[in-house]
């Protein structure tokens, strides 16, 4: 098939990149950093530009469209110009659906489990209540909203926060964890916010897998089996490593003062199950990605 991929220098477009190319023929779109693209064919634009985006459209012809580009993380987004993070996370997430419709092509967006009201208990389902409490949670809800006003022909995924080892230059927070664990220094992490984690490998290797099913007009949750705190994902990374666990010191959003304190949006994922996809235990994702 032929795949477009939007934020192919990202956390989670790099590993599609790679996961892809293996049986398809893929175009992988970056913009400030080039991250692994230049192994692939590639283009460079801002995802706002859209003469770009329409003449790569027109050129490229996709069947499938992955778009994951966006100003991807609450904390930047609220040192951006919020007319700035609005056109990019949902002005370019319509102007694309609306191509993927003129072009027959089916559109994969990358949501995010922060959609969710973060304080109305375990295991959300896809119709759970909905509350994003940041700017950047916002603007990814109406990214979903223009996507299902704008097209049939879509998946919506709501991503679980993300864990694995970024390629080149980006970097994920459990890259931090495990290099302070690695060099014996002490780190706090929150023993207070649930999540459905997910490795960045299994995404792309799930995401693979759901292109090739007969899918259209869902939404889906999109995370691991397990409901875990960043303290549980520490001390999963000292259980594989033997790393010292007494280094990691729990503490509660409220004492450390975070600016959006979401509680618990680990997601149930029968539906992602339903269509035969199964990630991978976090025992064995984390044992995947350190005993390499
Ligand atoms: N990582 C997670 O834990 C997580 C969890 C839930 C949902 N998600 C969603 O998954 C998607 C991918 O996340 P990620 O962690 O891979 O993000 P990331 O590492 O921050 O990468 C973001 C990508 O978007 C591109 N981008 C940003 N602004 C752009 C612009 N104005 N024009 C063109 N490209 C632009 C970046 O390009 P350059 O770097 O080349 O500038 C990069 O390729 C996002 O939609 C995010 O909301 C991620």
Not at 50 to 71: C, D, G, M, Q, R
Not at 73 to 88: G, H, I, Q, S, T
Not at 224 to 253: A, H, Q
Request: with cysteine.
């Amino acid at each position: 098939m032929k795949i477009f991929i939007t934020g192919g220098s990202g956390l989670i477009g790099q590993y599609l990149n790679v996961g892809l190319s293996k049986s398809h023929e893929i175009l992988t779109q970056y913009y400030k950093h080039i991250g692994n693209c230049g192994d692939y064919n590639s283009v460079q634009f801002a995802i706002n530009d859209y003469k770009t985006l329409e003449s790569t459209f027109k050129t490229f012809n996709p069947e499938i469209v992955i778009h994951t580009a966006a100003i991807s993380n609450a904390e930047r987004a609220d040192k951006l110009p919020a007319d700035e993070v609005y056109d990019v996370n949902v002005n370019a997430t319509k102007y694309i659906a609306e191509l993927c419709n003129t072009h027959n092509a089916k559109l994969i967006y990358t949501s995010s489990d922060l959609v969710y009201a973060g304080y109305r208990g375990s295991y959300l389902t896809e119709e759970s209540k909905l509350i994003p409490i940041s700017l950047y949670a916002e603007t990814k809800l109406m990214g979903e909203v223009k996507v299902r006003e704008t097209l049939t022909n879509h998946i919506i995924l709501r991503v679980a926060l993300q864990f694995g080892f970024g390629l080149n230059h980006s970097r994920s927070h459990f890259q931090f964890i495990y290099d302070e664990l690695k060099n014996e220094r002490k780190v706090k992490l929150f023993s207070d916010q649930y999540r459905s984690v997910l490795s960045l490998k299994e995404s792309a290797r799930m995401i693979a897998e759901l292109i090739t099913k007969d899918v259209s007009g869902e939404m889906l949750n999109f995370g691991g089996t397990e409901r875990v705190s960043r303290y549980d994902l520490g001390k999963e990374i000292c259980r594989v490593c033997n790393f010292d666990e007494s280094l990691i010191e729990p503490v509660t959003m409220e004492r450390v003062n975070a600016t959006y304190k979401v509680a618990d949006v680990s997601m149930n994922i029968d539906k992602l199950k339903k269509l035969g996809i199964e990630p991978k235990s976090l025992g064995d994702s984390m044992q995947e990605l350190l005993t390499r």
